[in-house]
Structures are given as C-alpha cells and as structure tokens.
Nanobody
C-alpha cells in the first residue's frame, strides 16, 4: 500500500524549532518532487516548500530563511527543519508530491506555537 507516515509536530514556543519527517512507501517518492504543505484552521491548504529529486528547493515567501526542506532518497524520507517559529505558523503540516498530488493525504503533524 502506498502511503505517507508523517511525524515531528508538537508545541513549541515562538522562536523555537521543530523537525518534521515524512516517510513514503513505493516508487513514487524517488520519481517525484516532494513538498510540504500546511493548513491552518479555517484556511485552505497552502504550499510551503518543494524539493526536486535532485535536491533543488523552493519556498513560500512566508517561510524563506526559516524553514529548510531536505530529502534522503535512500530512506524515501523528506524532512523539514522549522526554525524561528512565528504565531502565523501553527497548522497541520502535510507532505506529498508536487505539483500533482500522488499519495493519499496523511493525518499530518500538528505544529502549535505558544507565545
């Protein structure tokens, strides 16, 4: 079964850090650009960062300089280091392929920021 297993969310103080992980099954991972998305309550899911199979990255303006996406192709895992968390960052974070979503969405780790 093709699936994603995400982990790493939690409650962090403003300015703090987290590392999110997403392990993918199947061959889809190695053939596709991977991405992290997030969805805050009452808002649409938004694209946060992407990483190509070759490691080229791109970020939403709101997270540039604070978030870092990476991938380990040998482990079929994509990561996102989340630093300098701000009050606008709390959301459920999801990983998937981009631009076409090829996996079923996982439950996603919740990131909560305390002031």
């Amino acid at each position: 079964q093709v699936q994603l297993v995400e982990s790493g969310g939690g409650l962090v103080q403003a300015g703090g850090s987290l590392r999110l992980s997403c392990a993918a099954s199947g061959r889809i991972f190695s053939l596709n650009t991977m991405a992290w998305y997030r969805q805050a309550p009452g808002k649409q899911r938004e694209l946060v960062a992407t990483i190509t199979t070759g490691g080229y990255t791109n970020y939403a303006d709101s997270v540039k300089g604070r978030f870092t996406i990476s991938r380990d192709n040998a482990k079929n895992t994509v990561y996102m280091q989340v630093n300098k968390l701000k009050p606008e960052d709390p959301a459920v974070y999801y990983c998937n392929t981009w631009p076409v979503v090829r996996y079923s969405w996982g439950p996603g780790p919740q990131v909560t920021v305390s002031s």
